[in-house]
């Protein structure tokens, strides 16, 4: 698992030199470039930020209300039975509906149980593994026209559901 | 399906509060969280502009392009019924690049080209293709170079190490893109199956 632990360290300084020598080697201004780049950054987080108010308030009033641990509670035999941290449940069922609202309630999760544990640690690599299946299948095909989706909707959640079940399992084996 | 868990969540919140005695909290909770969503928003200023700024770098210098035409031969495998010079494989590629790449606001209109183009091969307009069956899986399952939003969350909660979460990602979505490959041919077998 040594592997798994340096490809994380050298991912970030590969993928900046991959970019920058390109760049340069292309005849990009690249600190020009850089900057207009940077600037598309401040308009997705301005876009972010309504729905992220929206869903933190839901999600700050269904946890103080104990009805979230209610709620976790109750799925803790189906979690356990799956090897599935029982806290990270909520977010099995939110990832594929909303990508904001998955954001909003993983940030929830690290700032209660804290980045570094287990836990956290789970819902960082489960939010970073899957995509927002209902959306993208809506804004897609309904560019297209298709009405009959057909196998697509059992495959997506299929690969989803490996998602989750591997993100577990790989968090054991590297973080034990 | 989001405006009935949101409206859901908040009732569901101020009624259990109530019943719980909490209702004084479940208040300050909402105030405090709406607070809190302004500074992650912030928190995740910093890391979004170095990385769009990077992302612009890579499309200016044609590095998209370029793996692009690497990847190309493998992606001819997962959608046989493309023809090999057809627009829509070029658009295919240079989303599922895009994607992997994390250029979210590139890949969208190249996912929706490639929809178009992949239309134009429809013989059932209103039923998707397994090109498009395949396309979706893919871009749903995709595995994502560097998880930029997660690293960011990590670093505004001050994880010891934010980025150490990068390695378990590839490997978490690498199996679920191979599952939803597997899935999503095992599906085209049977299909052709029943038409014989």
Redesign the interface.
Known sequence: ME???????Y??PA??L???S??L??N?K?YD??????????T??IR??PP????????????????LD?LIYAVKPVASLLGIPSEAMPLVF?RP??GS?S??L??DI??TY???SFV??VV???????????Y??T???G??????????L???L???A??VI??VW??TL??G | ??NY??FG??I??????IM?G?IE??T???I???Q???E??IG??GI????????????????VQ?IARIVRPILRFLFPDIPKKHPALGAVVMNLVANFLGL??AA?PL??KA??E??KLNTT????TDA??MF??L?????????A??IA??Q??????????????????A???I??IV??KL?MAS?KERVR
Do not use: H
Not at chain 2, 125 to 128: D, I, L
């Open positions: 592997i798994i632990r340096s490809l994380s360290v991912a970030i993928v900046f991959v970019i920058l390109t760049g080697y292309r990009v690249v470039v850089f900057v207009d780049g940077a600037r598309e950054g401040i997705t987080i972010i930020l992220l108010v929206g869903l933190l308030v839901a999600i700050g009033v269904f946890r103080a209300s104990g009805a209610m939110l509906i909303s609202a954001l909003a993983v940030s690290i700032k804290g980045p570094d956290g640690r960082s690599t489960m939010m970073g593994s899957t995509e927002t299946i209902f993208t299948l804004i897609y095909f560019s297209a026209g298709i009405k009959n989706i057909r196998y697509t059992i495959a997506a299929f690969a989803d490996v998602s591997v993100s790989i968090c590297v973080f | 399906m989001l868990i949101w969540m908040i569901i919140g101020f009624v259990i509060g719980n909490r909290t479940v300050k909770a909402a405090d969280s709406a809190k969503a302004v992650l928003s995740l200023l979004m502009c170095l990385w769009t700024g990077l992302m612009g770098i890579a499309e200016k210098s044609g590095l370029y979210g606001n969208t996912g929706l929809m178009s992949m239309q307009k209103n039923t998707a498009m069956c979706l899986v871009n749903t399952s995709a595995i994502q170079l560097i998880p939003t997660v969350i990590r505004t909660s001050n994880s010891s190490n934010p980025t150490e979460v990068i390695g378990t990602i590839w490997v978490a979505s199996c679920a893109t599952a939803g899935a999503v599906f299909a």
